[in-house]
Structures are given as structure tokens and as C-alpha cells.
């Protein structure tokens, strides 16, 4: 059973690999199966972004069985003295401690 994948914009934007492919072959995908589709998300994932294949809703009224959406990962900011500096440390404490 053929299984049907549309390509999010998110992907697009997140995956050099799925934008070429848009390009070259629309929006959508047919795969043989949804195990398939699941390994071509996993290959076209890059290390600052992951797509993946995400189910439709049973009331979805497109003819696609999923969806492959994806996801950036935040760049870790470097501080002056070159060290890496979490995004969650961005900002010091008022009571300074």
C-alpha cells in the first residue's frame, strides 16, 4: 500500500536535501511504505535540523497520509572569550547570585 507525504515549508526551510527535492519534484512523495517515507526523513536530516514524517489526521481532508515536517536546532551563542554559552544562561540573575 502506497503511502502519501506532503513536504511542509518547515522541512523545506530546515532540509537543503527536501528543498531540492520540492524543486525538482513538488510537494509531495509517494513511498511504497510509511517506513519508507520514515527512512527518507531520517537521511534528509541535517546535524542543524531535524524532519520527520508526522501522521494525518483521520479527518484531514488532503489525499496525503503524512506530513514531513522539520525542526532547526538554535545555534549555541559563543561568549567574547570564544566559551560556548547555553541559551538558557543568556542572562545573569538580578539578586547575583
Do not use: I
Not at 520540492?22 to 531535524?50: I, M, N, Q
Amino acid at each position: 500500500m502506497a503511502y502519501v507525504v506532503a513536504v511542509k515549508p518547515s522541512a523545506r526551510r530546515t532540509s537543503a536535501t527536501v528543498g531540492r527535492w520540492v524543486r525538482d519534484h513538488g510537494s509531495r512523495r509517494t513511498f511504497a511504505s510509511k517506513a519508507l517515507a520514515r527512512e527518507w526523513a531520517r537521511a534528509a536530516s541535517a546535524p542543524r535540523g531535524r524532519v520527520w514524517v508526522q501522521d494525518a489526521v483521520p479527518n484531514d481532508s488532503s489525499d496525503a497520509d503524512g506530513y514531513l515536517v522539520g525542526r532547526r536546532r538554535p545555534r549555541r551563542r559563543t561568549a567574547r572569550g570564544g566559551t560556548s554559552v547555553s541559551p538558557t544562561r543568556q542572562q545573569a540573575r538580578l539578586d547575583g547570585r
